[in-house]
């Protein structure tokens, strides 16, 4: 086989950290990203990251990282991730421009080539997408340019969380390659096998299971966020239970587990949410009901309500108000529908004085809202909320708060 020459098209908060890790495993790695002021950070290295171990790994494979807006420039290598935006639109359904815009692109860099390049679909799309739109694409620039080009078109998807993109990139449970034969994988199932610890399991599907199975198990993951704030809703009319015993006892039957099986806050940030808007598309579009995912949303958007009322209702007298903990999981700066902001703004509407906090944002990422300047200042509130996850900001200061509700 000849040497692999990866490339990472995308440089954000999942194709940057790919692009690190890959480099640490001894690839020389190309990443792409039209952003010039991005690029121009990654090279002088100016830039800096909230993600855990992504500063370090940039610091330390320099030597291994190359960063370009030109695709011309990234010609010469055999694979490329992309990873790039797939927005919502406004019927739920993922928009395909820029990916399509990418792989055009990348097609009139390689012309005069006439060597093997794989293309690997990162970006999150919808059931049919790679077969129906992308092939296409592919395939008539081949035949037009009548090209000696041999293009795989692959999809594997990561399955990330924030704050833990580096872990997560090399201790998957799973390594997903949707692809149209085993043997067009072969030099991402060798990269993936230098980058992953242990020997996660690999399952080769074609291109639209793959596309399925990724909507699927983020819609799986919400559902039960969803059942598991749902135990929550059934102990406030039942006195005397606790909804946290009550969830972990059943995660303990290994048929249901107990990961995401905590009530709380709801689910939010870039991915959840959307892609259970995108299996309620897809559904409707094919003439099913996705019954489940639309139970899944209803839950999930009653939830700022419940927490705004019980606390009028546990804490009448209240009126200064501060909520700890604004992005919508720890350990990064992504607020994509957090329901801190949206419980916030249920008490401003209602007369409430609010004032937020969290160590990674600031009033000039939501002008909007005021925000403590001192994590100290919380002691002149009258109340403090806080979501479970960012209970390790004010592990030394409970004592000092006159009324705290943990959610």
């Not at 579009?285 to 639309?294: M, V």
């Not at 703004?345 to 969290?358: A, C, K, P, Q, T």
């Not at 600031?362 to 009258?382: A, H, V, Y």
Request: glycine share 6%; aromatic share 8%.
């Amino acid at each position: 086989m000849s040497e692999i020459k990866p490339c990472v098209v995308g440089l954000g908060k999942l194709g940057l950290p790919l692009a690190a890790v890959i480099a640490d495993a001894g690839f020389y790695t190309i990443g792409i990203d039209k952003n010039i002021s991005h690029v121009k950070n990654l090279i002088e290295g100016k830039f800096s990251s909230p993600e855990p171990e992504l500063n370090q790994l940039l610091d330390g494979n320099k030597s291994n990282l190359e960063f370009t807006t030109d695709f011309y420039l990234a010609r010469e290598c055999n694979i490329y991730f992309l990873i790039v935006p797939t927005p919502s639109n406004a019927d739920g359904n993922y928009d395909n421009q820029f990916l399509i815009k990418v792989i055009t692109e990348l097609l009139y860099s390689w012309d005069d080539s006439s060597c093997e390049k794989t293309l690997v679909i990162v970006s999150t799309v919808m059931p049919g997408t790679c077969k129906d739109v992308f092939m296409p694409i592919v395939d008539n620039h081949l035949v037009k340019n009548r090209s000696k080009l041999k293009i795989h078109l692959l999809y594997s998807p990561e399955f990330i969380a924030l704050g833990s993109v580096v872990y997560n990139l090399r201790n998957p449970d799973v390594t997903l390659i949707g692809c149209d034969g085993p043997s067009s994988a072969n030099v991402l199932l060798d990269i993936l096998e230098r980058i992953t610890c242990g020997k996660p399991e690999t399952q080769i599907l074609s291109l639209t299971e793959a596309e399925v199975v990724k909507l699927m198990v983020n819609c799986f993951v919400t559902m039960k966020i969803s059942f598991a704030n749902f135990i929550g809703e059934i102990c406030e009319v039942l006195p005397g239970t606790d909804k946290y015993k009550i969830s972990k006892a059943l995660g303990m039957d290994t048929r249901i587990g107990g990961k995401y099986l905590r009530p709380g806050l709801g689910f939010a940030g870039p991915c959840f949410p959307r892609d259970n808007t995108a299996l309620i598309a897809f559904a409707r579009k094919e003439g099913l009901k996705a019954s489940l995912g639309l139970a899944t949303d209803e839950i999930n958007h009653r939830q700022p309500m419940n927490v705004f009322n019980r606390i009028k209702k546990e804490y009448p007298h209240v009126k200064k108000i501060v909520i700890m903990g604004v992005t919508y999981k720890p350990h990064t700066p992504v607020f994509e529908q957090s329901q801190t902001l949206l419980i916030a703004d249920l008490f401003i509407n209602n007369g409430f004085e609010v004032r937020l906090y969290d160590s990674l944002l600031s009033k000039k990422d939501l002008p909007q809202f005021e925000f403590l300047n001192s994590i100290d200042e919380i002691t002149d509130s009258d109340f403090v909320l806080i979501s479970k996850e960012f209970e390790f900001l004010i592990s030394n200061l409970h004592n000092k708060i006159k009324n705290l509700l943990v959610i």
